[in-house]
């Protein structure tokens, strides 16, 4: 079983609607998440980060966080084309490791003018 | 923004060849990561630095080095390329968890 798990996609969504993007973890010792956006052919880049349970909301971002259930969640609203990428999730190691973060193989979006 | 450099940003080299690929950050991140990418595909962390002198392999086995004389500067060598080492590589950098990546080179072996 992968640390970090994501569904691949590609998750399509219309221009204006919400899109709803999902992540489990395996190590109930994590205790710091991230969302990145991934253009095609472009490097990652951080636009979400969230350590406590609940929502942070950045603009049209809102990162969500239940540590209870292992899942951290990235919701999109007004979907925008230029949205369309890929979403990475990322989990910080265990304390007592090296300080890494493990990524997530990603979630395509595809947003649909 | 961050400011995490890579440099060469394309480079097509033929079978045999030595290489280093050179990453530079300005915002005096202890922690540097080497993750390797291909096209659609997910990241593999090949290579991390703590700090100065301090150098660990990654999850994904990886033929290439590395090296951290100074704190600005995380340079990836490969001695010997080959068609399988095609791929994208990103630089990276961080001071607790949070990573920005660099530009990324893209390497094609001939």
């Known amino acids: 079983q992968k640390e970090v798990e994501q569904n691949s996609g590609p998750l399509s969504v219309p221009e204006g609607a919400i899109a709803s993007l999902n992540c489990t973890y395996s190590?109930?010792?994590?205790?710091?998440f991230f969302w990145y956006r991934q253009y095609s052919g472009k490097s990652p880049e951080l636009i979400m980060s969230i350590y406590s349970n609940g929502d942070k909301e950045d603009g049209r971002f809102t990162a969500q966080l239940n540590k209870a259930s292992q899942y951290v969640s990235l919701l999109i609203r007004d979907s925008q084309p230029s949205d369309s990428a890929t979403y990475l999730c990322a989990v910080n190691d265990p304390p007592g490791g090296y300080q890494k973060v493990t990524f997530g193989t990603g979630t395509k979006l595809q947003v649909i003018p | 923004e961050a400011d995490i450099y890579q440099t060469p940003r394309y480079l097509v080299i033929g079978t045999g060849k030595k290489i280093t690929l050179e990453c530079s950050q300005t915002m005096g991140h202890d922690k540097m990561y080497w993750y390797q990418q291909d096209p659609g595909m997910e990241l593999h962390l090949i290579h991390y630095?703590?700090?100065?002198?301090?150098?660990e392999k990654g999850d994904l086995s990886s033929e290439s080095t590395v090296s951290r004389i100074r704190t600005e500067h995380f340079p990836l060598t490969l001695e010997s390329a080959r068609p399988s080492h095609t791929s994208q590589y990103l630089c990276?950098?961080?001071?607790?968890?949070?990573?920005?990546f660099g530009p990324g080179t893209r390497l094609t072996v001939t």
């Open positions: 190590d109930r010792g994590s205790q710091s």
């Open positions: 990276a950098s961080s001071i607790l968890y949070e990573q920005y």
């Open positions: 630095s703590y700090g100065v002198n301090s150098t």
